[in-house]
């Protein structure tokens, strides 16, 4: 099994940068696709990215295409979630998953999950 810890949220204007980041313990990093996800209040959880094990592939969500950048080092075993040009419509809950499939946009397609960071976007 995988524990994941969420990091790095915060507050920020609209039009700024945040960088989310994502720690992995137990299991073996390399095995796992690694996803971000978000979920603002009164909405289902939705796909933002996610990334091969090799970080030579990646697949965004169209509402962030082009502003958000997913990477992972799998020596430090960490994901990072880099957003730029944000927009209060971004403000959600972050959430890093892993799963031994393939990549794939779906929630119930991933097996371990982190407890969240907040990302909150001001007007």
């Known amino acids: 099994q995988v524990q994941l810890v969420e990091s790095g949220g915060g507050l920020v204007q609209a039009g700024g940068s945040l960088r989310v980041s994502c720690a992995a313990s137990?299991?073996?990093?390399?095995?796992?696709?690694m996803g971000w996800f978000r979920q603002a209040p009164g909405k289902e959880r939705e796909f933002i990215a996610c990334i091969n094990w090799s970080g030579n592939s990646a697949d965004y969500a169209d509402s962030v295409k082009g502003r958000f950048t997913i990477s992972r080092d799998n020596t430090k075993k960490t994901v990072d979630l880099q957003m730029d040009s944000l927009k209060p419509e971004d403000t959600a809950v972050y959430y890093c998953?892993?799963?031994?499939?393939?990549?794939?946009?779906?929630?119930?397609?991933?097996?371990?999950w982190g407890k969240g960071t907040q990302v909150t976007v001001s007007s």
């Open positions: 998953a892993a799963t031994r499939s393939t990549m794939l946009r779906r929630v119930t397609a991933y097996d371990y």
């Open positions: 137990g299991g073996t990093f390399t095995v796992y696709v």
